[in-house]
Structure formats: C-alpha cells, structure tokens
C-alpha cells in the first residue's frame, strides 16, 4: 500500500507541477505561504525524512535549488523511497507511522501546489482520482491523462 501511495503522491504531483505558467514557481500568496518552489522544496524534504528510516542522511535539510531541479529531485528521492520500501523495512518507526507523518504530509501538501496553480489561472482539470491510472512503482514524472471532467 505504501508503494501505491507514493505513486499517488507522484502523479498527483505530476498534474501540480508540469508545464505550468512562468510565474507559477515564484507565485507568493503572501501571508508567510510558501512559493511553490518553496513547498516542492519542502515534500522533497519530508520524501527525505521518510527515507531517513532506510538509509542514513548526515542531513534531510537541503539548499533550495531552480523549479527544474526542485522538480529532478523531487521524482530522485521518491524513486529511492520507492526501491527502499520494496526491498527492506524501515528503521525506528512503522509503516504506519511513515504513513501518517512524512506520506500524508507531501500529500496535503501536493494540494497546496494544486490550488496554487487555480490561483495563477492555470487550473489542474478535474479527475476522478479511483479511476486514475495509479501502479506501483511508477514514481516518474509521466504526464497523467485526466478523466472527463466532473
């Protein structure tokens, strides 16, 4: 189940962060939020505690890097979770733990990236997301087909 939810993260994901406008990335809401930028930044980072329990990190605190690379490292460290969680049990907490902490977290905050681009006008279309075609394993940046809308 962990596998599949991390291929959910990653075409959820997908739809947040391809080919969106230029401003996009940078887009300050205000109020102390986040940029985009600053929240693909911040998953990265909690994709990066998560595998902490597999692998060890001198750090899981990173520079942030341009939208592009964000975006490379982003879909690396999910690749990685992806290939721990399948060949070995993490270290320290459960998968459950894993996946109330650090899993659930990237996903509230790939809807944040969600509504941020509803914000700059350039809206993700809708989707049944039980009929997406979601498989373990793949944890790329594949450009999801969206069902007909709503």
Same mark, same amino acid.
């Given at each position: 189940?962990?596998?599949?939810?991390?291929? !959910?993260?990653?075409?959820?994901?997908? =739809? @947040? %962060?391809?080919?969106?406008? =230029?401003?996009?990335? #940078?887009?300050?809401?205000? =109020?102390? @939020?986040?940029?985009?930028?600053? %929240?693909?930044?911040?998953?990265? /980072?909690?994709?990066?505690? $998560?595998?902490?329990?597999?692998?060890?990190?001198? #750090? #899981?605190?990173? *520079?942030? =890097? !341009?939208?592009? @690379?964000?975006?490379?490292?982003?879909?690396?460290? &999910? !690749?990685?979770?992806?290939?721990? %969680?399948?060949?070995? +049990?993490?270290?320290?907490?459960?998968?459950?733990? &894993?996946?109330?902490?650090?899993?659930?977290?990237?996903? #509230?905050?790939?809807?944040?990236? !969600?509504?941020?681009?509803?914000?700059?006008?350039?809206?993700?279309?809708?989707? +049944?997301?039980?009929? @997406?075609?979601?498989? *373990?394993?793949?944890? /790329?940046?594949?450009?999801?087909?969206?069902? $007909?809308?709503?």
């Amino acid at each position: 189940m962990l596998r599949h939810l991390l291929a !959910s993260i990653a075409y959820r994901a997908t =739809k @947040a %962060i391809k080919n969106p406008p =230029k401003t996009y990335p #940078t887009f300050h809401l205000g =109020k102390g @939020a986040k940029t985009p930028l600053g %929240i693909l930044h911040h998953i990265t /980072g909690v994709l990066t505690y $998560a595998h902490s329990f597999f692998e060890h990190y001198d #750090t #899981t605190h990173f *520079k942030v =890097k !341009s939208w592009d @690379a964000e975006i490379d490292e982003f879909y690396s460290i &999910l !690749s990685k979770l992806d290939k721990s %969680i399948r060949e070995k +049990n993490p270290n320290e907490v459960t998968e459950e733990q &894993l996946l109330q902490g650090p899993l659930s977290d990237a996903m #509230t905050h790939i809807g944040q990236l !969600s509504m941020l681009r509803r914000m700059v006008d350039s809206p993700i279309p809708s989707e +049944n997301f039980i009929f @997406a075609d979601i498989r *373990k394993g793949e944890v /790329g940046p594949r450009q999801p087909d969206p069902i $007909a809308p709503d």
